[in-house]
């Protein structure tokens, strides 16, 4: 798979996860909506972004794609182990997590490939 479109179904799976996580997810009587459930939507749309940027300027766009890659694993990864129970919530971030994983796996490979042709 190319990055771009690793980068583009990655964007979808996260704007789906925080419009899901937002509006759709049951809430107990006790809670109210965070606008922090649309963080993922909103990382979506900035990998959205990039992947519009990707052809006039690939590395840039790559590079800043796999950061933020990083950047929403931890921040997931932090989350998911603080819930203790099994749910839609946990689920939500399992998504998220293996979701920017793949692309940040897919985005390494091709930096190594970059660099494997560029010393051919």
Avoid: D
């Amino acid at each position: 798979m190319k990055p771009v479109t690793a980068n583009f179904l990655n964007a979808i799976v996260l704007i789906a996860a925080g419009i899901y996580g937002y509006f759709l997810l049951p809430l107990g009587p006790e809670e109210k909506r965070s606008v922090t459930a649309l963080i993922p939507a909103f990382s979506g749309v900035v990998f959205l972004i990039l992947g519009a940027i990707w052809a006039s300027k690939p590395k840039i766009a790559a590079h800043v794609a796999a950061t933020l890659a990083l950047v929403l694993i931890i921040m997931c990864i932090m989350r998911f182990v603080k819930i203790e129970e099994w749910g839609a919530k946990k689920n939500i971030f399992l998504i998220c997590i293996i979701s920017n994983v793949l692309a940040l796996i897919i985005f390494v490979r091709s930096f190594i490939n970059a660099r494997v042709v560029k010393k051919a």
